[in-house]
């Protein structure tokens, strides 16, 4: 069966609010901002591994999310860092991802993007320092700790749903 682009833009406007969804809920807004962060919606960054055109839901999400809740600079740099840091992680990592730590329990590619993209906060940290004054490196190192726990949190649950659901339609 042959995919439309009409398919193609109803999935990424669906995975972008799920995105959205998961970051503005109620009681989960309150842990998504901020300089210590548990975002859940992060999870869905493992989208692209299944789908590169998830790249573009994921950061049309975060850009949505940040809009909604912080400044206009956090919808630019946020967003910027969403799209350079996927695409390029999924560039370094995509060819681990049919291998497995622990006995086929953690998705390598995952863990390798969690730790690249939590290190990726850096970018995120320098915006928090200049619009609110947040110390650097502590803002990173929170930032960092948190965006690494919600990505290993969805490397397992993304990896468990990838094998019961076709993300790659």
Do not use: H
Not at 3 to 21: E, F
Not at 54 to 83: E, P, R
Not at 130 to 155: D, K, N, Q, R
């Amino acid at each position: 069966m042959k995919k439309s682009r009409t398919y193609d833009i109803v999935t990424i406007a669906i995975v972008a609010a799920l995105y959205v969804i998961l970051t503005m809920t109620p009681g989960l807004s309150a842990i998504s901002y901020g300089p210590v962060q548990f975002r859940v919606s992060e999870m869905l960054n493992f989208t692209a591994f299944f789908n590169k055109k998830y790249i573009i839901a994921v950061t049309i999400g975060c850009m949505i999310s940040n809009f909604l809740s912080f400044t206009w600079v956090d919808v630019i740099v946020g967003g910027l860092s969403t799209l350079i840091f996927l695409s390029l992680g999924l560039f370094l990592f995509e060819r681990f991802k049919g291998q497995y730590f622990w006995n086929g329990q953690l998705n390598k590619a995952f863990l390798f993007f969690a730790i690249f993209f939590s290190i990726s906060m850096f970018t995120i940290a320098l915006e928090l320092k200049f619009v609110a004054g947040a110390p650097f490196f502590v803002t990173w190192l929170t930032l960092g700790l948190g965006e690494f726990a919600s990505l290993l949190v969805g490397a397992f649950v993304m990896d468990k749903l990838g094998k019961r659901v076709d993300l790659s339609r």
